[in-house]
C-alpha cells in the first residue's frame, strides 16, 4: 500500500473492510508551464522546478534551495542558542532542532556524544546551524568567548519560575537529558536556573516538550511578528 493512502475506519460500501482514502499530498508539484516558464531568481533550484516541491516547508520557500533558505532564514535569526546534552543518546534532540528551526534561533549545540538521532528533526537540521562541543566546559567556554549569559532550564532545588522572568536578549539555554536532567557540571556553570511550573502529578515534563516552553517563553519577550 502506498504511504500516501490511509484508512478512514469506517466500513465500505457493502459493510465490508474500510476503504481506502488518499491523503492529500504535501507542497506542489513541477513549475506550472515548463522549463520556458522557470524564474530566473537564482535562489530556485532547477531540480525542483522540474520535479516538485514536496518539503515541509513554508509556501514563500517553495522551489528555493536549501543555501537559500538557509541565507534568508540568517538574515533575522534571533539571537538565541540552545544547548541540550548528549550523554545517552537523548531521543530527545530531534524534537528540540525542529523546534529551534521553527523560532530561528541562532544555533544549536550539542554537548557530549556527537552522534544523536535526527528521525525527530524532521529534516529541518538542514536549515539550522549546529555545533558540537565535546563537554559542558567546552561549552561554557565558547558562551565566555561570546560574551552570552548561560541559562539552564530544569525544575531542580534554587530554581525559579521562568513565567514572568526577564530573560536575556542574547542568551545560551541549556537543556538536560530525558532522564537525569542537567549535569551538576552545567548546574554549576548557569548564571541562572529556571524551572517550567507544573500542576500535575508528574515530577517532570519531556526534555522537548520543555525546550520548546522554554524558547517559546524568550520569543514572547523578543521576537517581532514573523514575516508574511
Not at 49 to 64: F, S
Not at 88 to 111: C, K, L, P, Q, Y
Amino acid at each position: 500500500m502506498s504511504e500516501n493512502v490511509r484508512t478512514d475506519g469506517g466500513a465500505g460500501a457493502e459493510g465490508g473492510a474500510p476503504e481506502a482514502v488518499a491523503a492529500p499530498e504535501v507542497g506542489v508539484g513541477p513549475w506550472p508551464g515548463g522549463v520556458g516558464a522557470w524564474p530566473a531568481d537564482p535562489r530556485y533550484d532547477p531540480e525542483l522546478l522540474a520535479a516538485g516541491d514536496r518539503r515541509n516547508v513554508l509556501d514563500r520557500y517553495r522551489y528555493w534551495t536549501v543555501e537559500a533558505i538557509v541565507a534568508d532564514i540568517d538574515a533575522r535569526r534571533h539571537p538565541l542558542h540552545v544547548a541540550i546534552e548528549n550523554f545517552s543518546h537523548d531521543m530527545n534532540i530531534g524534537s528540540v532542532v525542529r523546534t529551534a528551526n521553527a523560532f530561528a534561533v541562532a544555533g544549536v549545540h550539542i554537548v557530549g556524544r556527537r552522534r544523536w538521532n535526527r528521525r525527530g528533526a524532521m529534516v529541518t537540521d538542514r536549515y539550522q546551524h549546529l555545533r558540537h562541543h565535546a563537554g559542558v566546559a567546552d561549552l561554557l567556554a565558547w558562551a565566555r568567548g561570546e560574551g552570552l549569559p548561560v541559562l539552564g532550564i530544569d525544575n531542580v532545588p534554587g530554581s525559579v519560575p521562568i513565567e514572568g522572568r526577564a530573560l536575556p536578549r542574547a542568551c545560551v539555554m541549556v537543556f538536560g537529558q530525558e532522564s537525569d536532567g542537567l549535569s551538576a557540571e552545567a548546574i554549576d556553570g548557569c548564571q541562572e536556573v529556571l524551572r517550567i511550573s507544573q500542576y500535575g502529578s508528574t515530577r517532570s515534563i519531556n526534555a522537548g516538550a520543555a525546550a520548546a516552553v522554554a524558547m517559546h517563553a524568550w520569543m514572547l519577550q523578543h521576537a517581532a511578528p514573523p514575516p508574511g
